[in-house]
């Protein structure tokens, strides 16, 4: 029987029979799948395959369910608990070191308690981290001795950090984490002490960046250092664009906006009516644009509410109020009841 070797980048299972298939390498004994090899060393992201079934998980492990803050409007969505009841839930807000330095951070957990409640969603605890954090890490690690569980699973939506959670617990160097969807191809395995890690490939979601621009591009707009907001005042027929790629206006005499955006991503503030022509000619103004974009809009309850752009990032807003979009077609945008102040 061959032996299987598995890319230590990404955990696809290597190849030499199909270069268009993943896992291709031209040796089997080389450490990267080709794929990988081009994103280590040169930056280039051909695309990857994206799982969308869930995997088997035995009675009695410790699930740790991994969102960023980014992602937040998408936590409790994935029901992993019906798959197996048996096992312990804990959920992790990961990158909280992307929020601003003067972030309520027990409002935030007071509020994501209220909605695993709201929702019933099982779980042991509430967990807020950052992946980049050598005190976070460590405080993990003590976390994780407290239980006898030996099988440990990072799961959670792609680009949630799982994997550089994995490196630092298992201590491999190899494994890759950059703001690539779909990266982690098969489980990766490691352990820490007694017990076995597993990071499993992100959860499949529709309509973030990966899906309408190359990697290049859209690793730019997903942030990856604290982020400074950004205080927009609209006055009557006043809008606000965020690159080629979307067009916010608000019905409404005087709106005030705070943007959660990479400080890489340009906003534009201009009248209602340029919209229209502005994306007519989004190449003249615009360094990031999409062929199609649709229309939306939502209504704004009183109080304090969050729009979400896909994995790019969120505005707050504060109702009643009636917001109109025009945006990328397909992009993922929600919205939903701020979680912090």
């Known amino acids: 029987m061959s032996k299987i070797t598995k890319c230590q980048g ?26 990988c ?16 079934d869930l995997p088997q998980l035995p009675e009695g492990a410790l699930i740790f369910m991994v969102s960023s803050v980014l992602h937040l409007d998408l936590l409790f969505s994935y029901p992993v608990h019906r798959y197996q009841p048996l096992a312990h839930f804990v959920y992790i807000i990961n990158q909280i070191d992307l929020l ?35 005190y976070d890490l460590e405080q993990l690690k003590t976390y994780i001795d407290e239980f006898h569980a030996t099988h440990i699973y990072l799961l959670g939506v792609q ?39 597993y990071d499993m490939p992100g959860l499949y979601q529709a309509g973030y960046l990966h899906q309408l621009l190359p990697y290049k591009t859209y690793k730019k707009l997903i942030p990856d250092q604290r982020i400074k907001p950004r205080v927009y005042q609209l006055k009557k027929n006043q809008a606000i664009m965020i690159e080629g790629l979307i067009a916010i206006s608000f019905l409404g005499d005087l709106t005030n906006v705070v943007l959660y955006l990479s400080p890489e991503v340009h906003i534009h503030k201009t009248n209602q009516d340029r919209i229209k022509p502005l994306l007519e000619s989004k190449e003249e103004h615009f360094k990031i644009t ?31 109020l009636t917001i109109k979009l025009t945006l990328a077609k397909g992009l993922h945008i929600t919205l939903t009841e701020a979680l912090f102040q």
């Open 10 to 35: 990404c955990g696809a299972i290597l190849q030499t029979e199909n270069q268009s298939h993943v896992g291709y390498v031209d040796d089997l004994s080389f450490d990267y799948c080709q794929a």
């Open 37 to 52: 090899f081009k994103l280590l060393h040169y930056g280039d992201a051909p695309a990857h395959f994206h799982p969308e």
């Open 100 to 134: 601003p330095a003067s972030t309520n951070l027990d409002l935030l957990v007071e509020k994501i308690t209220e909605k695993a409640k709201h929702m019933m969603i099982p779980y042991v605890d509430i967990i807020l981290m950052s992946s980049k954090n050598h």
């Open 159 to 197: 680009n949630a950090g799982k994997t550089t959670i994995f490196k630092a617990l298992t201590e491999n160097n190899k494994a890759l984490a950059f703001k690539k969807a779909g990266l982690t191809q098969e489980a990766l395995t490691g352990t820490y002490k007694d017990k076995i890690i």
């Open 290 to 320: 999409v062929e199609n974009y649709e229309e939306k809009s939502f209504k704004v309850t009183k109080g304090k509410h969050q729009l979400t752009f896909a994995d790019m990032g969120f505005m707050h807003v504060t109702g009643p």
